[in-house]
């Protein structure tokens, strides 16, 4: 089975965890310092907190925000739980912002509509959670003029956008937002095994969130209340959580660091090569704006409504093609649907989900593996179930 992502590790890559795991630190150690400075550098941030998972960025960056009960998060309805989650777990409200169906992405009209009859009904958001979906960054410029009108504030979830660009700047850098989350699981764009990172230009943000993701507890005396017990005290000043990377896990991420933009050029080659073959077919790929690159996490595609996307996936999958649907709708999951969600709350979603399908892509495929994706797709785009029985039957 070709799977539809996967890491890709080298000797350079097992090795540094290997030496850090000789070392004298497998925990908050100086690869976390070094692997947070490297994402920060390249992404041109003045801060990067590195954590265990996106999950745990996200959640401390809505903290950060000062979200809580009485608050409203939106966000985009194609995406992994968390992007909603993260505002639960602060007792936020969450609500959804559909999509254009051209990118996967917020879409600009829907958002701008929504702002409005929110502003009207004096329920507008206090954050805005915007998933670069695949890896194509949103219109982040026109989402920020939104944003400094309605008073809200933005969190990127750029999960898959690691290595992405908008108007020449890596995805990261916070032009254009409060912070940035990216997430180092390892079918992303680099990997540390398992991690996240928050990025952001604020020294206030950036403070919160590091105090967040270590318990709440600090060592500086400028931070502490009342008289320190000793130079061993430390004070508890909030209440945080264990969310700290590894050293073992940083000393991965910072290794594959220093390959991410061969990674991304060579997304960016497969995706291209996919887009020539699908070209006619009636396969449409998802459209990237010309001021961005995408980091390509995932190659989806619309399948043509007249092809019965469930017998598709069957059919690819047992021909050895590791598809996927990236994603059913949060609004859909039961636990959203029993917070008063319609099954249909995001018409153009709805419409998304119905076709939508990932196949593989990842920077080691070979170019029989992906004429292989390419012929079976084409080849299931025409299958017909009833002639295949009938076939078995003259048999």
């Known amino acids: 089975m070709i799977p539809y992502g996967r890491q890709s590790l080298d000797d350079e890559d097992i090795e540094a965890v290997v030496d850090t795991l000789r070392s004298d630190f497998l925990t908050q150690g100086p690869k976390t310092e070094a692997f947070e400075n490297a994402v920060s550098g390249y992404c041109g941030a003045t801060h990067a907190i ?11 960056a809505c903290l950060s925000l000062e979200v809580g009960q009485g608050d409203v998060v939106w966000t985009s309805p194609v995406s992994f739980v968390a992007s909603a989650n993260c505002a639960r777990y602060c007792g936020a409200r969450v609500d959804f912002v559909d999509i254009e169906m051209g990118s996967g992405n917020i879409c600009l009209r829907a958002l701008e509509a929504k702002l409005l009859a929110a502003e009207q009904a004096g329920k507008l958001p206090k954050v805005l959670v915007v998933v670069h979906f695949a890896g194509q960054p949103c219109a982040m410029e026109k989402i920020h003029a939104f944003s400094l009108r309605y008073g809200f504030h933005i969190v990127e979830d750029a999960a898959h956008a690691v290595g992405a660009y908008y108007q020449g700047r890596p995805t990261g850098s916070c032009q254009y937002s409060d912070i940035t989350v990216f997430s180092f699981h390892p079918v992303k764009v680099i990997t540390s095994a398992e991690g996240g990172m928050a990025l952001t230009n604020s ?30 005290a430390y004070h508890q000043i909030t209440l945080g959580f264990n969310y700290r990377i590894s050293d073992v896990h940083a000393a991965l991420g910072l290794s594959q660091m220093r390959k991410l933009d061969n990674f991304v050029a060579r997304r960016n080659e497969l995706a291209q090569r996919y887009d020539r073959a699908f070209d006619g077919t009636g396969v449409r790929p998802l459209q990237v704006a010309s001021d961005s690159r995408s980091s390509y996490h995932l190659y989806t595609v619309l399948l043509p409504e007249s092809v019965d996307r469930q017998e ?18 949060v609004y859909k999951q039961p636990y959203y649907r029993a917070l008063g969600f319609d099954a249909a709350y995001c018409p153009n979603a709805e419409h998304f989900y119905r076709r939508l399908l990932t196949l593989p892509l990842f920077p080691s495929m070979h170019a029989k593996e992906i004429d292989m994706v390419i012929d079976k797709v084409v080849q299931a785009l025409s299958y017909d179930p009833a002639a295949v029985q009938r076939s078995k039957e003259d048999c």
């Open 50 to 60: 590195a954590v265990n998972s996106a999950t745990s960025a996200l959640h401390i």
């Open 312 to 329: 598709c996936f069957r059919v690819l999958r047992a021909e050895g093609v590791g598809v996927h649907v990236h994603y059913i709708p």
């Open 203 to 232: 020294d206030k943000l950036a403070a919160r969130m590091r105090l967040l993701a270590s318990h709440g507890v600090t060592r500086d005396p400028a931070l502490m209340q009342g008289e320190p017990e000793g130079e061993w």
